[in-house]
């Protein structure tokens, strides 16, 4: 089986429409999205159409819980200004989705398993299996990484939330946790905010299992930067300029 995991596209379809034929050229059986898929980007109700059309799980993630209910969960200390950008950003996503777009964000799931081969399952969340906040990064505290996913060693564990490719194994089990990365807004995590700049590539993972191995391979697809900086601009998105500026040029 051939399970391709995606992530955190965050209403960019443009990146989204790019692995499209990536997985049929892979030959994917399955695909399971780990959630924060529509909110930010200029395309919200693009990206649920291409979801409802994959059939795919979907996971619940913090960015659409709170695009659906305006509900901080205050595990992030958030500067008002931010803040204020961010309810900006919601108001207008809020007016391209229809009413069953929002029921059918609503049904994503806090978790998903796959059935392996010979008993094992792949468990699919956002940030944890127990909180859609919690924050995994290969720096990460072997206590803390215990502590959210040390009793899961009978399954390969995957999450999101973090827009990194990683891989790490689960203490001595054969277990191991991975990210898929980010599909919508990859970037680099060694850089500031005052010169902040996004990828143009959209990031994902496929899992491979047969014949008793577990095969893990992390993808990196290029889409149309310019294309998506004209959709932004067309598309009434808020705050539309710092946005775009995310994609220029250093």
Known sequence: MRIAVISDIHGNCVALDAILPDLTHNAIDRVVCLGDAVQGGPQ???????????SCPVVMGNADAWLLTGKDSGAEQIPEE?????????????????????????????????????????????????????VILPTTPEADFQAMLGVYTSHVLTGGHTHMQQIRRLGVTESFYFNPGSVGFAYSHQQTDDDFRADGWAEYAILTAEDKQVMLEFRRVPFDVQALIAIY????????????AQYQPR
């Open 44 to 54: 919200p109700a693009e990206v649920v159409d291409r979801l409802q059309a994959l």
């Open 233 to 244: 601009r067309a598309s009434g998105h808020p705050h539309v300029d710092g946005a775009i």
């Open 82 to 134: 931010r803040l204020r950008r961010m309810n900006d950003i919601r108001d207008w996503a809020l007016t391209q989705l229809s009413n069953d777009d929002q029921a059918f964000m609503s049904r994503f799931l806090l978790t998903v398993e796959f059935p392996l081969e010979h008993g094992r399952k792949l468990l699919c969340f956002h940030g944890s299996p127990k909180s859609f906040d919690d």
